[in-house]
């Protein structure tokens, strides 16, 4: 005999949720990415006006070890970022769940 789950709705919201997802929204759609646009066509404008006062070469190791270390950065920044989530998540979970995926996370 098969039976059905007596929870047929849909779970009810958090508290603030609808909060937390609005602003998350502003956060992304109306402040994230036009910083983004603005820093990448701002970095583009100083690299021109750059070259075009200081007539020389092209210099790609200087951009290239740029590139890596804000690599680098990037990375250790996600890093710890992604930490954080965890440890805030975890507030939520179980401490066994949260140290089953503490050990997923860290392999």
Same mark, same amino acid.
Request: glycine share 2%.
């Given at each position: ?59 790609p ?19 710890? #970022?992604?930490? %954080?989530?965890?440890i805030? !998540? &975890? /507030? #939520?979970?179980? %401490?066994?769940?949260?140290? !089953? &995926? /503490? ?5």
């Amino acid at each position: 005999m098969k039976s059905k789950s007596p929870l047929k709705d849909l779970p009810l919201r958090r508290a603030g949720q609808s909060i937390q997802e609005h602003q998350f929204k502003i956060a992304t759609d109306k402040l994230l990415w036009p910083l983004m646009l603005w820093v990448a066509f701002f970095l583009a404008a100083v690299q021109e006006w750059f070259r075009y006062l200081n007539p020389s070469e092209p210099k790609p190791w200087l951009f290239t070890g740029l590139a890596v270390l804000a690599t680098v950065y990037g990375n250790i920044f996600a890093k710890m #970022a992604i930490r %954080s989530f965890m440890i805030l !998540s &975890a /507030r #939520a979970l179980t %401490s066994t769940t949260y140290s !089953s &995926a /503490r050990r997923a996370f860290l392999r």
